[in-house]
């Protein structure tokens, strides 16, 4: 079970891939919401525009938190298809 007590915000999000998925906005429960100006990126080449919206991702895909970086267990490209909108 990941810490979350050690993501903080302006965290960058990044797949197992090394591929920059988002930045955290916050923790809510049980899910990682990213920030509305960084979250569209990977998501609009993976799905269309989805600019302008937050993004969340299951704490439940995050396998390490390395210093100001937050890795998780599945791809950049796989973790898109993860992610809910809110």
């Given at each position: 079970?990941?810490?979350?007590?050690k993501i903080k915000?302006?965290?960058?999000?990044?797949?197992?891939d090394g591929v920059?998925?988002?930045?955290?906005?916050?923790?809510?429960?049980?899910?990682?919401?990213?920030?509305?100006?960084?979250?569209?990126?990977?998501?609009?080449?993976?799905?269309?525009?989805?600019?302008?919206?937050?993004?969340?991702?299951?704490?439940?895909?995050?396998?390490?938190?390395?210093?100001?970086?937050?890795?998780?267990?599945?791809t950049g490209a796989?973790?898109?298809?993860?992610?809910?909108?809110?």
């Amino acid at each position: 079970m990941t810490d979350t007590s050690k993501i903080k915000e302006h965290m960058e999000v990044i797949g197992a891939d090394g591929v920059h998925v988002g930045t955290v906005d916050h923790v809510e429960g049980d899910r990682i919401k990213l920030t509305k100006k960084d979250s569209g990126a990977q998501i609009e080449q993976a799905e269309g525009s989805h600019e302008g919206h937050h993004h969340y991702i299951s704490v439940g895909l995050v396998a390490d938190v390395e210093g100001d970086k937050v890795r998780l267990s599945a791809t950049g490209a796989n973790a898109v298809t993860f992610e809910e909108e809110k």
